[in-house]
C-alpha cells in the first residue's frame, strides 16, 4: 500500500548527536523514558520554583503592622488593619507598602497569571506545529531572564509599578510555553496503561518545585528580596540548557515506538513496520487539531471549566499561602518571614501524595472524574477545619494544611495530567494525532483564568477578613464539583452497563 509519511523534528537533540552512545541500540526504550521523565519533571519544577518568590517576600514588600502597632494576628474576623505603625522600621517596598499594599500584590499576579492564561492557548496551537523541545527550550529561558529582571529591582532600587506589571506580563507569556510541551512530550513517549499513576507522580513535579522555590526563596529573603528571585531564574536558564542538549519529542525520533513496531526513518519521514505481518502502515497527518475543534471533543469543555475553579483554588494557595501563615498567629506565636515561607512547604508536600494517590486511585476505578469529584467533596470541610483549628497549635496547623494540599492539589494534578492526556489522544478517532498539546492548553488555559482570578481577589478580601477568604474558596470547590457531575453520571453508567460496579472493579483487579 501507498507509503504516506509523518514528518516529526527530522534533528536530533545535539546532546544525542555529540555522545551517539545515548542512541540506539546502545540504549534501550525504557532508558529514553526514564530520561524523558526526568527531563520535563526537572523542567516543570523549574517552572514552579521559579514562579513562588512573589508568594515569599509579600511579607517584606507590605510588612502590615496593626495601629496599635503590634504585629497582625487572628482576630474574630481574622481581618487586620494596614495602617501603618510611624515608628516601624520595616516599612516595605513601594509601591507594594501602605494601606493598598495588598491591593498592589493581587495586580501583580493578575499581570502574570492573565498573561500566562492567554498565552496557553497559543503556545499549545504553536508547541503541535513546531519542534516542541526548541519551543521548551525558548519558554524557560524567557522566563528565567525576566524572573531576573524582575529581582533587578531590589539592587536598582526601582519602585516603578508599570516595570513590575510588565516584567510580570512578559514572564507570565514565556511560562505559558511550558505545560503544553511537558505533557505532549510525556504523553507521546508513555502508554494509556497505568496513566493515572504515572502522571500523578510525574505531576508531583508542582509541588516540588514549589518546595524549591520556598525554601530557596526564604533562605536568601535576609540579605534581599531581590535574590529571591535571582537564584530561581538562574536554575531554570541552567535547566533549559539540558532540555535543548537532550530532550527527544517523540520515541520515534531515536527509532522506537510504544505499540511495539519497529521504525523507518528516511530523510522524508517517519513510517511503522509491523515486525509480525511485514507490513507498512499509514501514519496519519500531523496537520494540528483546529482550537475549535478540540473543545467540541467530550469532557473538554466540563474539565476547562472545572478547573478554572479547582485551580483558582490551587493558586491562591501558591500565591498567598505564606502571607496568611505570617499574618495569624499559631498558638499565639507570630511566625518570622522566613519561618512562614519554609512552613508554607508543608501544603506543596501534602500536594506530591495527592497528586499520586488521585492517580492511583484513578486507575484502579477507570473513573478520572468521579476520583476528582471525591477529593473535592471532601477538601471542603478540611479548609474549614484548616481555617478555624490551625492556630491551636503547630501540629493542627501541619496536619490540616498537609490534608488540603492533598485534597486541593489531588483533583487539580489529575485533570491537568491524566485527564488532558486522555482526552487529548481521544483526537487519534478522527485520524489526528497532533492534538495533545492543544488540548492540554485549552484545559490548563481556562484553569489559568480562574488561578489569574483567584490571588487578585484575596489581595480585596484579605483586608476584610480571612474568613472571606476561605468563604470564596469553598464556593469555588463547590461550583468545581457541580461543573463535573454530568461527567460522574455518564462514567457510573458506563461502569453499569459493563455489569460492574465501581466499587467491584477495584477488587476484581
Not at 152 to 172: A, E, K, M, P, W
Not at 302 to 321: E, G, I, R
Not at 480 to 498: H, M, P, Q
Amino acid at each position: 500500500m501507498p507509503l504516506k509519511t509523518l514528518t516529526l523534528a527530522p534533528q536530533l537533540p545535539p546532546g544525542l548527536i555529540l555522545f551517539p552512545c545515548l542512541n540506539r541500540p546502545n540504549k534501550t526504550l525504557k532508558f529514553h523514558q526514564v530520561l524523558v521523565f526526568i527531563l520535563t519533571f526537572t523542567a516543570y519544577a523549574a517552572f514552579h520554583a521559579s514562579r513562588k518568590p512573589p508568594s515569599i517576600v509579600k511579607s517584606v514588600l507590605t510588612s502590615p503592622t496593626l495601629t496599635n502597632g503590634t504585629t497582625a494576628s487572628n482576630s474574630d474576623k481574622g481581618s487586620f488593619n494596614f495602617t501603618r505603625n510611624p515608628l516601624q522600621n520595616d516599612t516595605g517596598w513601594a509601591p507594594f507598602n501602605g494601606a493598598h499594599g495588598p491591593h498592589r500584590l493581587g495586580e501583580l499576579d493578575l499581570s502574570f497569571l492573565l498573561a500566562y492564561s492567554v498565552g496557553m492557548y497559543f503556545s499549545g496551537h504553536i508547541g503541535d506545529s513546531i519542534d516542541l523541545r526548541i519551543f521548551l527550550a525558548v519558554g524557560m529561558l524567557g522566563s528565567g531572564i525576566f524572573v531576573i529582571i524582575f529581582g533587578l529591582g531590589y539592587f536598582l532600587d526601582l519602585h516603578s509599578f508599570g516595570f513590575f506589571v510588565t516584567i510580570q506580563v512578559v514572564c507570565g507569556l514565556f511560562q505559558s510555553v511550558g505545560w503544553p510541551c511537558v505533557v505532549a512530550v510525556v504523553g507521546n513517549w508513555f502508554g494509556n496503561a497505568r496513566r493515572g499513576l504515572i502522571m500523578g507522580v510525574w505531576n508531583s513535579h508542582t509541588s516540588v518545585g514549589n518546595i524549591m522555590g520556598s525554601l530557596i526563596a526564604s533562605s536568601v529573603l535576609g540579605i534581599g528580596w531581590g535574590w529571591s528571585f535571582m537564584l530561581p531564574g538562574i536554575f531554570i536558564v541552567i535547566v533549559a540548557f539540558f532540555i535543548y542538549l537532550f530532550l527527544v519529542v517523540n520515541p520515534e525520533n531515536v527509532g522506537f515506538d510504544l505499540l511495539g513496531k519497529e521504525v523507518e526513518m528516511s530523510g522524508e519521514g517517519v513510517a511503522l513496520v509491523d515486525s509480525e505481518n511485514n507490513e507498512t502502515e499509514d501514519v496519519e497527518s500531523s496537520i494540528a487539531i483546529g482550537f475549535f475543534e478540540a473543545w467540541r471533543l467530550p469532557d473538554v469543555a466540563s474539565f476547562a471549566f472545572c478547573l478554572f475553579f479547582s485551580k483558582l483554588v490551587a493558586y491562591t494557595f501558591l500565591y498567598w499561602l505564606p502571607f496568611y501563615i505570617r499574618h495569624t498567629a499559631i498558638a499565639d506565636v507570630q511566625l518570622s518571614d522566613k519561618t512562614a515561607g519554609n512552613l508554607s512547604t508543608v501544603f506543596d508536600i501534602g500536594g506530591v501524595f495527592g497528586g499520586i494517590l488521585a492517580g492511583f486511585i484513578s486507575d484502579v476505578i477507570g473513573a478520572r472524574a468521579v476520583t476528582s469529584v471525591i477529593f473535592l467533596f471532601l477538601s471542603i470541610p478540611v479548609l474549614t477545619l484548616y481555617r478555624i483549628y490551625g492556630s491551636v497549635s503547630m501540629f493542627t496547623n501541619i496536619a490540616l494544611m498537609f490534608a488540603s494540599g492533598l485534597l486541593v492539589n489531588g483533583p487539580y494534578s489529575l485533570i491537568t495530567t491524566a485527564v488532558a492526556t486522555d482526552l487529548g489522544t481521544k483526537a487519534l478517532i478522527k485520524g489526528n494525532s497532533r492534538a495533545l498539546a492543544t488540548v492540554t492548553a485549552i484545559i490548563d488555559g481556562t484553569g489559568s483564568v480562574g488561578a489569574a482570578l483567584g490571588p487578585l481577589l484575596v489581595g480585596y478580601i484579605s483586608t476584610i477578613g480571612w474568613n472571606s477568604v476561605f468563604a470564596m474558596l469553598i464556593i469555588s470547590i463547590s461550583f468545581a464539583v457541580l461543573l463535573l457531575i454530568n461527567v460522574v453520571i455518564n462514567d457510573v453508567k458506563g461502569k453499569l452497563n459493563d455489569g460492574k460496579w465501581l466499587w467491584c472493579r477495584i477488587f476484581t483487579r
